[in-house]
């Protein structure tokens, strides 16, 4: 690693003024300046250097970057950090293991506000963000760490919580999403371009903001002072890949002509972020609801027809926009037959992956064991391979 050192105050115009004029002025004056100069800098504290990034675009990074995993219920837990909603400490061991199993990106969500102190991120907090990142990166995989959840304050989605400001993005979540990036950016600014930036999770219900229009308007708002934010924190953040949320992060939602993208001074480097977990009936419900009834199979031909229709529609957005699709959760959140969750599972992973979109599985330790040996279950393990039942 290169190295540059911090330049100690010069002598001052005093001593200089006495070597010029003394005896030793003239040449073997500046030799002496020279030598008591370069003592003093080779003796100083060397100084952060940023690491050097590859020049790559958001399209091309996108086919180094599949598939993804999610490390999920961890670092975005609101109870008790990292383990209070039942994973095991994560480990470098299991770091690791991803990268043998296949997966070329880790996203890390992460509840920042939760376990901050007085809106300031602890240094407890950054060194454990800090050694998991150091992790997925030394293994040679991409990371993505975000503002997850964290108690729904970037759109008050908790009415009892916030009756004043529900659903809204108020002033002092404006104010408080500026200070979280500023410090979480200005934090990573030497890293290279494999560590993301991701501004929220799916904290985007604006509807109280008083019509669609103004509710779109609201998420625009954010994601510009998420890219804005960013882009001055230093370092490398000038040229970082950041991923925006859609509206919701759902595909219909987003491809509206009311979403704007936001501006950025760089070309090139960012991702759109999309959730997917359609059709909910079969993906996330156990039994039936006064809503809607109980989906328990999938793969029937109308079936592969919404999933492509959907993904058909995205990828016409993507393309219009000239920004790659990032996935960055699907997963089966219900107990249904096996078959018909590898179909649904390795159907979305495809999809996205012959639409040059990047698929990141969510995963709270079941899809992949978080204990020795790590391995991933069998769906997982057949997604992996792209077989299609």
Known sequence: MVRIFKKTPPMSDMIMNKIIKSKWGGYFGEILIFLLLLGSTQAATPAPVAAPTKSLDAWTAAGLMAPGINIGNTFDNTAHWETGWGSPLITKDFIDSLARTGFKTVRLPVAWDTFADHGKITPQEFQRIDEVVNWILDAGMFCVINIHWDGGWIDSDAKERYPKTYHTFSPEAKIKFRSYWKQIASHYADKNEKLIFEGFNEESSFDNEGSTQKAYAALARVNQLFVNTVRKSGGNNAKRFLIIPGYTTDIDKTCREEYRLPKDK???????????????????MNGDASWAKMQPTWGSKEDVKQLNDLFDKLEHFCTSNNIPAFIGEFSMCSNKEKDSRVRWTTAVY????????????????????????????????????????
């Open 266 to 284: 760089v070309s090139g480097k960012l991702f759109l972020s999309i959730h997917y977990y359609v059709p909910w009936p079969f993906v996330g």
């Open 350 to 389: 495809q999809a996205a992956l012959n639409r040059k979109m990047v698929p990141v599985l969510w995963d709270i330790g079941s899809a992949v064991s978080r204990v020795p040996p790590y391995a991933p279950n069998e769906e997982i393990s057949d997604m992996l391979r792209g077989k299609l039942q």
